[in-house]
């Protein structure tokens, strides 16, 4: 018997019959012969319902007690859950963090799980029950209080459970059929990407694919926790993340592996949600760099890419650029401005217009010419570098925030991530 | 320094607009020196919405589910209320039954109380806070499990705290201004009454009087916690319920006590919601009222007001009639159905078209003819009586249900309980 760990967020729990669709999912699960545990979001958009309610009655609602409020979403999804599954005939039973055991740091809003004692969860499926556990939250383990874990938090929760309850697979449902080689809206040939490494979702998700969230990546790598995205709309297999455990589970692409080459990119992936700074100027002197920097991070603001051109020879001067979310900018910009005599800068730039796009693939590290493709592609298109930075396994470059769709589609097509006519047709899945 | 436990209902924390003015309350409360131990309820329709959405995944839901779910709403509320307050600039900490240690039985959605542990709410007012607990709800000695307490939890709850805290005063905060000589909107000269013992408060709410519950009286009366009943519309002193502690601060009721007479009645109440049942012909021979009434019981039928009349010397045969809820009605019938030929009896008679009249007052004890008054009084008002039933400080009867409002009426007339033009005419107040 197998141990299957789903997690269902809130477009699959929008309503009564999103909820009781789910929970014939399950029960089917359940039926194949496995203990199962399910971890659930918020319905729909009650969570934005219950934050519009708290600026009703604060502008700047105490932590604990935002925790407090939100973590009623969950409640609310998960008894309905359990009630729709037992309307099928079979026991659940909901439980919320603090009952699963998710015991968390206390830091409200964004708190990280630093332990987790599923003991009741083990009871519940000792007994028989379907466990469902209310996702994104936990309690504290100095204060008692009800924590939440913030973005990507209910997927956090799943891989965790997993990972304690030493689960076969976790199971991510979303309305997407799993991971692609670029956002299908952008490229409509983009294909479904069948296995993945944990190290490329994790530059997947850190340069803008939605689908998971960097945090549970990195949980699942820690614990090699084998992540399945799949849609709950459908039977369809998803993408597996890290080592899918029995390949035989999936005949489809296991026929085909033969038939295709090596893999070089796993996919394209953008992100508009980035900002660029520009510090103009920068005396080239020691520790200037990290003068700046350290103003930032003391500002708590969360920098992605940095590139500094050599110093002109002629000013001994050099600029540094940086890119950041856009939310975080204000707070950087007034934060270097009140450094600028001290450092000796001359003047800032701000662009907001940006995008960003990575090509990511473990493949390239041994593939000479990635680059090269890809600038040539981007060059091809009409589309302006204006920042590259690279990793092992990445390289990102950004562009004019209206040529993300035009480079991201030349890069895809670039590397033949483009699908043929069938859906069916296999990319990837070696050497993992 | 007092320490003040105060609850808030449904329609007095129905919006954001409304939790505002209750924060502002609590915070007047806590600014005069007390300690405030506040018990909310779940904003105005929200726990209706929570079950219209379980009937919508299940028709039968789990006890279970079905209390994790409603336990959402006081989340909800408890939380805003206490961002409320913080954004006052007074610290406030929510939390929920479990968590203020409401320890009840395992019976969902009827649980009782069977512990109160209030060491985290003592944490909460030691460190200065304003504790705001979520009524109506508690956890399960046994299972761990989250629990309902059911009709009248939240008034509970309040009452429980404010015994296990050894509060100064419950005050319980409502949309009416106190409890009244009769529903207002059937005798618009109805007085709301000062003082009422305890006895007489659980005769009015066991006779249909809404404002309290029987059950949150019945355990006021045992820890002898006096409730302040009052509206959360208005500054006024509402009733007290039971003993008050310092009666200098009402001195508007205090100033007038001398000027009234004793009291006699305190009240009429009425209740519409009870059907009457009559068993006739039942053979006039020992044991057979046991059988029937035996039967009701493992029937779980809740029966209220029993008459049995002499028999007919002729047919060796009486009726039997009984009130009971309109919603048992039907399971009484036909567990009666199935004992008709053993028992004997001829038939079975159901009027649901009645409602019940009740007449409540210490004074009635020692105050001969107020039967005759009563009595004479529906006469005149041309209302038929067809069930009488006393207690010592309660005359019930019962008659046609398009009649009740008539009898009410007569009834508050003739016992003087009309008020004057002037509100504040005191009405009772001594010996209690």
Redesign the interface.
């Known amino acids: 018997m197998a141990l299957v760990v789903q997690k269902y967020g809130g477009s699959s729990v929008a309503d009564?019959a999103c909820?009781?669709r789910v929970?014939q999912r399950i029960v089917a699960t359940k039926k194949a012969g496995n203990d199962v545990v399910v971890i659930v979001s918020a319905m729909g958009d009650t969570t934005d319902e219950?934050i519009d309610?708290?600026e009703?009655?604060?502008?700047?609602?105490?932590g604990?007690?935002?925790d407090?409020?939100l973590?009623?979403?969950e409640?609310?999804s998960?008894?309905?859950?359990?009630?729709?599954i037992?309307?099928l005939g079979h026991e659940?039973?909901?439980f919320t963090g603090s009952?699963a055991g998710v015991i968390t740091d206390s830091a409200h809003g964004r708190a990280r799980i630093i332990d987790v004692t599923p003991g009741?969860l083990r009871g519940a499926l000792d007994a028989g029950s379907i466990a469902i556990v209310a996702g994104f939250q936990g309690v504290s383990q100095d204060t008692?209080d009800i924590t939440t874990l913030g973005r990507g938090g209910s997927d956090t929760t799943a891989v965790a459970l997993a990972a304690a309850l030493n689960a076969d697979v976790c199971e991510i449902y979303t309305d997407v059929d799993g991971i692609f080689t670029a956002d299908p809206r952008i490229v409509p040939t983009a294909r479904k990407i069948p296995e993945i490494s944990y190290e490329e979702m994790l530059e997947m998700a850190a340069c803008g694919a939605k689908v998971l969230h960097l945090r549970c990546v990195e949980y699942a790598r820690r614990y090699d926790m084998p992540i399945h995205v799949r849609s709950s709309f459908s039977q369809k297999t998803g993408t597996w993340v890290g080592n899918r455990p029995n390949p035989n589970t999936a005949p489809e692409t296991a026929a085909k592996d033969s038939e295709v080459e090596q893999p070089i990119i796993s996919g394209v992936a953008h992100d508009r949600s980035e900002a660029k700074i520009t510090v103009v100027g920068v005396p080239d002197k020691v520790g200037e760099a990290a003068n700046i920097f350290k103003t930032l991070a003391d500002a708590a603001v969360n920098i992605d890419m940095i590139v500094q051109n050599v110093s002109a020879a002629t000013t001994g001067r050099t600029d540094i650029s940086f890119t950041l979310p856009t939310t975080d900018a204000q707070n950087a910009l007034s934060s270097l401005k009140k450094i600028q005599d001290r450092v000796g800068f001359e003047s800032l730039l701000f662009d907001d217009q940006i995008g960003k796009v990575s090509l990511i693939g473990a493949g390239m590290r041994s593939h000479p010419g990635v680059s090269a493709t890809f600038f040539g592609a981007l060059a091809e298109a009409g589309v302006n570098i204006e920042m590259i930075s690279t990793s092992e396994i990445r390289i990102s470059v950004i562009v004019g925030q209206n040529e993300v769709d035009a480079a991201v589609t030349a890069a895809h097509r670039a590397f033949n991530l483009d699908a043929d006519q069938v859906e069916a047709v296999v990319y990837g899945g070696t050497g993992r």
């Open positions: 009564a909820i009781k929970a219950l309610l708290a009703q009655v604060s502008p700047l609602p105490p604990r007690e935002l407090m409020l973590t009623a979403g409640r609310i998960m008894a309905l859950l359990a009630m729709a037992a309307n659940a039973r909901s009952q009741r008692k």
